[in-house]
């Protein structure tokens, strides 16, 4: 099964609000003033640029829309890890809520976290943590499976090189 391109606002909701807003800004600056400056005298994409520029800041809004989703994406993990008081709710949890516990525990320890699984094929990486001294990768097991076989721990092998 092929994996689909995940589309940019989704992409953006699922990542820190804050990214949204300097993508917007980005965007604005290029339309705005990059575009016009690019097009210079071109009969075909002056025109086209200067109306693109007009309407710049409602094109730039749009990367602004996934901001509550973000803020509610962060909540969400927050409250998962937050609410986890026994190993007994650890367990019971979906694996893909699991991930996402496993992630928020690594965030709060300073790590920068990109989630990588989920139901599309993932290459076995779950999460990807970033720090200034190192990059690590994580794959998640789901609890019921008691014991993770040597082939899965060989797996992961690669990843220490």
């Not at 509610?72 to 694996?95: E, H, S, V, Y």
């Not at 690594?106 to 200034?132: H, N």
């Amino acid at each position: 099964m092929a994996r689909r391109d995940p589309h940019v606002l989704v992409e953006l909701a699922r990542l820190p609000w804050w990214v949204s807003v300097v993508v917007a800004g980005v965007v604005y600056v290029a339309i705005r003033w990059l575009s016009p400056a690019i097009a210079g005298d071109n009969r075909f994409l002056a025109p086209l640029a200067h109306t693109f520029s007009a309407q710049a800041r409602w094109i730039a809004a749009i990367f602004l829309l996934p901001i509550p989703f973000a803020l509610f994406n962060a909540r969400r993990r927050r409250d998962l890890l937050d609410g986890q008081f026994r190993i007994d709710g650890i367990c019971a949890l979906p694996w893909q809520d699991f991930e996402r516990l496993v992630g928020e525990a690594y965030r709060r320890q300073g790590y920068r976290v990109t989630e990588r699984g989920g139901a599309q094929a993932d290459g076995g990486i779950d999460l990807e943590l970033r720090s200034k001294e190192k990059t690590l990768v994580v794959q998640c097991k789901h609890w019921r499976m008691g014991t993770i076989g040597v082939a899965r721990v060989r797996e992961a092998r690669w990843c220490s090189a």
